[in-house]
């Protein structure tokens, strides 16, 4: 018999035993527990099973409480879950307390052994920051220009949670730093969902003005407006069936905000200048990089908004923080970039490798494809290393061989205080003139949005 131990818990003897027998004819060691309370009282005596597989529905103590519990006493205990009933808000709280995989009851003998099959699968390992190291990373190509890796333990989780979360008909909010990766999370999530076969349509909530964005996301009649010679359909209306992604939802502005909440409350909304109600069964996937409990706090962001947005919440973490992400995205954007403009693939030598996993790229991901394509233009190794560690010595990071710290921080650091202190001043004095729209802001200071949203959490800029 194999040494791989799986615990049945149901409370209803004939799934047991037909569970049991299914398993045991792939050798697998196989206990059974009748009810969450035993589970629990086993494992708390010893029991150290490699799977539990659970059952959602039981009397006394249910499955998500069985499950909660036994997280809290094995928090590396893998679950999987079976049910009787599509329960969406249960299957998303279980995913939420860390169960790995959900099978609806009745189960056919191959469905439950390849989910036990999949939920055993070991971990891998996470690689070393080497550049000759053997890497395995999960690459799915989304399309001609985007796809999604994995090769950090942080990304194969949320690879994991995207697997689960696209069979429930949610919203999900997307959260991290501009450039990290959300859309491509997001077209991985539609790609995955039973909607795959129909739209995405994408809105950048930020790139339009308000008027606009109303009659972009929601339509219009003709005659709303001067210029509307006749009716056209929103995005809504266009991705009937299918999935929206709002990005940078939180520059939405609070009228907006309330037509978008009952569009997520009843699948109802009126064109711009329209009377009639259109319908619309439409996914909701939202990303913002913005703090989205300050921005409740602060009154810019609806908080009913967001708690009917928040059904499930993925925080995509920065580059700087899975650096295993970088070697085999350098090779990625070199393969993918140098095919676009059909130019010959240049050499990522260990030295350029070490200075990006020095280099903190506030940028994320879009900061490294465009260093990428700069490579490839200049064909000059040297040269765009000492711009990254130009661009380092400016955010405070030195390299291995740029200038040394001087005693008591020296004229280099106070002279870099000043230029902090003036430009923390200056981003804060534009940000008040525009009422911290930070897209205007960035316009009036001519620098990059992307630049601006990194100098203000550099300078730790907010309002008074």
């Known amino acids: 018999m194999s040494t791989l131990t799986i615990l049945v818990v149901d409370d209803e003897p004939s799934v047991c035993f037909h569970t049991k027998t299914v398993l045991e004819s792939h050798n697998y060691n196989v206990d059974i527990a009748g009810s969450g309370d035993e589970a629990l009282e086993r494992i708390k005596n010893g029991l150290t099973p490699h799977l539990i597989v659970l059952d959602l529905l039981m009397p006394g103590m249910d499955g998500l409480q069985t499950l909660e519990n036994c997280k809290k006493i094995r928090p590396d205990q893998k679950v999987l879950m079976i049910s009787p009933v599509n329960d969406t808000g249960k299957v998303v709280q279980a995913i939420k307390l860390g169960a790995l995989d959900y099978v609806m009851k009745p189960f056919a003998a191959g469905q439950i052994e390849d989910a036990v099959r999949r939920a055993l699968l070991p971990e891998v390992p996470s690689p070393r920051l080497d550049t000759n190291t053997h890497r395995k990373e999960v690459i799915e190509r989304l399309d001609d220009d985007l796809c999604f890796m994995a090769a950090s333990p942080a990304m194969r989780q949320i690879r994991a949670q995207v697997e689960l979360i696209a069979k429930v008909d949610v919203p999900v909010l997307l959260l991290g730093e501009s450039g990290v990766g959300k859309e491509v999370v997001a077209r991985l999530i539609h790609k995955m969902s039973a909607r795959s076969q129909r739209a995405l349509q994408k809105v950048n909530c930020a790139a339009l003005p308000v008027d606009l964005l109303e009659s972009e996301l929601f339509g219009y009649e003709a005659g709303a407006f001067t210029g509307a010679i006749k009716s056209k359909p929103g995005k809504f209306e266009q991705c009937n069936k299918g999935t929206i992604l709002l990005d940078e939802i939180g520059e939405m502005t609070a009228p907006l905000q309330a037509k978008l909440l009952h569009v997520l409350q009843d699948g109802r909304f009126s ?30 962001f609806r908080e009913d908004l967001y708690y009917r947005l928040n059904a499930f919440t993925m925080r995509i973490p920065p580059l700087r923080e899975r650096l295993e992400e970088i070697p085999p995205l350098l090779a990625h954007f070199m393969g993918a970039l140098s095919e676009r403009f059909n130019k010959t693939p240049l050499p990522i030598s ?7 996993l020095r280099y903190p790229w506030p940028g994320n991901l879009r900061e490294l494809g465009n260093f990428v394509k700069r490579y490839l233009v200049l064909e000059d190794e040297n040269l765009v290393i000492e711009e990254l560690r130009s661009r380092s010595t400016e955010a405070g990071i030195a390299s291995e061989d740029s200038f040394a710290p001087e005693a008591g921080g020296g004229l280099k650091a106070k002279l870099r205080s000043v230029k902090d202190d003036a430009e923390s001043k200056e981003i804060k004095k534009a940000l008040e003139n525009v009422n911290w729209n930070r897209k205007l802001a960035a316009e009036q200071l001519n620098i990059s949005y992307k630049a601006l949203l990194y100098k203000i959490k550099q300078h730790r800029v907010s309002p008074a």
């Open 271 to 300: 064109r711009l200048g329209g009377r009639a109600t259109v319908s619309v069964d439409v996914r909701v996937l939202a990303a913002t990089n913005i703090d989205v409990e300050k921005a409740i706090a602060d009154r810019s």
């Open 350 to 356: 260990q030295k350029m490798t070490a200075e990006c």
